[in-house]
């Protein structure tokens, strides 16, 4: 059994590009930034990123393009795809991921507070900003003594 699947969770370093192929289908381009941190034998924080070369097709890269700016987090399922090609006589690769999915995360640099959207819309009642409208929620405390398990 083989196996090419790729997930990546971090924040787009730049804007996506957006362009079409003679077919007419939309193609995105983005570079989509990870980060790692650990401590060393010293005890030491250490940190490293790399970065990610996304591709999207479809109706995916015009939403994409359409929503995704520069520092938004985003969630990538896809796989991995090498590229070659000749400039100059010499032989270039690229290594992509070629995404199935595309989840978008927050917002970057967040866009207000949720009591204040909450607020605008009005239907809350005292003791319930933030909540969405029409979800009831329960009144009494649950106790971890009433979980089964």
Excluded: C
């Amino acid at each position: 059994m083989y196996l090419n699947k790729a997930f990546v969770a971090g924040n787009l370093t730049r804007d996506p590009e957006l362009r079409a192929l003679p077919s007419g289908a939309h193609v995105a381009t983005f570079s989509v930034a990870t980060n790692r941190v650990w401590y060393n034998q010293e005890k030491q924080k250490q940190e490293a990123t790399e970065y990610h070369n996304i591709v999207v097709f479809g109706r995916q890269a015009e939403t994409s393009a359409q929503y995704l700016k520069k520092g938004s987090g985003v969630l990538v399922e896809g796989r991995l795809q090498t590229r070659s090609w000749e400039k100059d006589g010499n032989k270039q690769y690229r290594t992509e991921i070629v995404a199935d999915r595309v989840q978008f995360g927050a917002r970057a640099g967040g866009g207000g507070s949720t009591n204040e959207s909450q607020e605008v819309r009005g239907g809350n009642q005292p003791g319930q900003e933030g909540r969405p409208e029409g979800v009831e929620y329960p009144t009494e405390e649950i106790s971890p003594d009433d979980i089964p398990f």
